[in-house]
């Protein structure tokens, strides 16, 4: 099936540091989501894209939905130990409405 | 509080014994789906149902079942488990009108197949 290529794999920062993370597709999408997963927990949505160029925030998140639509941004600003946990981006069609397709995700640890 | 349970939480269990994961949503979603996690592959769509009484295949449906006879229950089945099942399983579930606008998922199961 459609595969996301998301990157960073993992990172390890201290805390207060910025954080970057991206995903890319050969294919558009869409709607880009973003999503947190901590440990012993589902995936809980951080963040919902919906339009080429758009820029939105969540607190100290902020995502980009890439211009090109095959691609996703999600930037972490002065990180804090409870940021730890694994992202994970998803992407939609409107031609293919039943699923999301999701990317591996990127697992974040926070040196306090 | 809006929801989707699953049950168990952990489950152990022996090659071809069969078993049942059980998923129930208190949001009157019609939209509810079972996704596997895998590390290094992310999620994928087992099985997914639009409806009561409509389900359909997703990206790697071999080895399981689903059925949805009542809006809220969504339960996934393995008549008989194999150790490549071995996986953490979520429940997800959404408006049907909605599903571009994200799920709601449950906290997992952790299923090892021995």
């Known amino acids: 099936g459609q595969q996301l290529n998301q990157s960073p794999q993992s990172m390890f920062i201290q805390e207060g540091e910025d954080v970057s993370m991206n995903c890319t597709s050969s294919?558009?999408?869409?709607?880009w989501l973003w999503y947190k997963q901590e440990p012993g927990e589902g995936p809980v949505l951080l963040i919902a894209?919906?339009?080429?160029?758009e820029l939105t925030s969540n607190g100290r998140l902020t995502a980009q939905f890439g211009i090109t639509r095959k691609d996703s941004f999600l930037n972490i600003s002065a990180s804090i130990p409870s940021d730890v946990g694994i992202y994970f981006c998803a992407g939609h069609r409107l031609y293919n409405f039943n699923k999301f397709y999701f990317g591996s995700g990127t697992k974040l640890n926070v040196k306090p | 509080e809006a929801q989707v349970t699953q049950n168990p939480r952990y489950l152990i269990t022996v090659t071809g014994k069969k078993l049942t994961v059980t998923c129930s949503q208190n949001?009157?979603?019609?939209?509810m789906s079972w996704y596997r996690q895998d590390p290094g592959l992310g999620l994928r769509q087992i099985y997914y149902s639009m409806n009561v009484e409509v389900t359909d295949k997703g990206d790697v449906p071999e080895g399981y079942k689903v059925s949805r006879k009542e809006k809220r229950n969504f339960p996934l089945i393995l008549e008989s488990p194999s150790p490549n099942q071995t996986s953490l399983y979520f429940c997800?579930?959404?408006?049907?009108?909605?599903?571009?606008?994200?799920?709601?998922f449950g906290s997992g199961t952790r299923l090892t197949v021995v």
């Open positions: 997800a579930s959404s408006f049907a009108d909605r599903v571009n606008y994200g799920y709601t």
């Open positions: 894209l919906y339009k080429a160029g």
């Open positions: 949001m009157n979603h019609e939209y």
């Open positions: 294919s558009i999408f869409n709607t």
